[in-house]
């Protein structure tokens, strides 16, 4: 099976601007989650998606939101970028839900805002 | 929501001794204790998990504890290697669709 695919793999933007990643999980999956990952701070947790619905959302400001699409791919967006949105963005797929199977990683998305 | 603490954050040892590395938590219903290791420039991978019905769990040189009671799991590993060098997360759930990890520990292996 291939892998959780993350496109891009680079971007760079500047602030104010926004921005849309995107996230193919592995086939069969239903649930997509998203984490930041930055020095220090380890992997904060976004949100989840099953099924087209979010199910839970971490502590992220309303610039941060995503969807699913009803073949499981996900997108996350964040508007009006900051400085300290520079960061790593790491999707995961899982079988069932997140906090209940493995969670399978895409390589990311380095997110640079200057 | 829950918490989780890792520590250490940098860890060094030398080839062939133990490392340990230790993980509390906050939320007691927490049932899913997932370890992932993350290669530098790589995705973080599932080395090993457990869950709250078990207090130990080991596969080859790789070891989970659990003590739902102090709240805390850690992750052994034996006769380390080089290619055990790497950054290593634990995770905690309570099932309720998110995932809360530590903030990593970078494992220093010297030949």
């Known amino acids: 099976k291939a892998g959780v695919t993350q496109t891009p793999r680079y971007l760079i933007k500047t602030r104010g601007q926004q921005v849309t990643l995107s996230c193919s999980p592995i086939?069969?999956?239903?649930?997509v989650s998203w984490y930041q990952q930055t020095p220090g701070q380890g992997l904060q947790f976004l949100f989840e998606?099953?099924?087209?619905?979010?199910?839970n959302k971490g502590n992220f400001p309303g610039r941060f939101s995503g969807r699913q699409f009803s073949n499981s791919r996900s997108e996350m967006n964040v508007s009006t970028l900051e400085l300290g949105d520079s960061a790593l963005y790491l999707c995961?797929?899982?079988?069932?839900?997140?906090?209940?199977?493995?969670?399978?990683f895409g390589n990311g998305t380095r997110l640079t805002v200057t | 929501g829950e918490n989780v603490e890792q520590h250490p954050s940098t860890l060094s040892v030398q080839e062939g001794d133990s490392a340990v590395i230790k993980c509390t938590y906050s939320?007691?219903?927490?049932?899913?204790f997932p370890w992932y290791k993350q290669e530098l420039g790589k995705r973080p991978q599932l080395i090993i998990d457990?869950?709250?019905?078990?207090g130990e769990k080991k596969d080859q040189r790789i070891a989970v504890t659990l003590n739902k009671t102090a709240k805390h799991f850690s992750l052994h590993i034996t006769e380390t290697q080089p290619e055990d060098s790497a950054v290593y997360f634990c995770?905690?759930?309570?099932?309720?669709?998110?995932?809360?990890f530590g903030a990593g520990t970078r494992l220093t292996v010297k030949p």
């Open positions: 995961a797929s899982s079988f069932t839900n997140v906090g209940d199977s493995p969670l399978h």
């Open positions: 086939s069969g999956h239903r649930s």
């Open positions: 939320d007691s219903a927490s049932n899913y």
């Open positions: 995770a905690a759930s309570n099932g309720n669709n998110d995932m809360r």
């Open positions: 998606y099953f099924s087209e619905t979010q199910r």
């Open positions: 457990i869950r709250s019905n078990v």
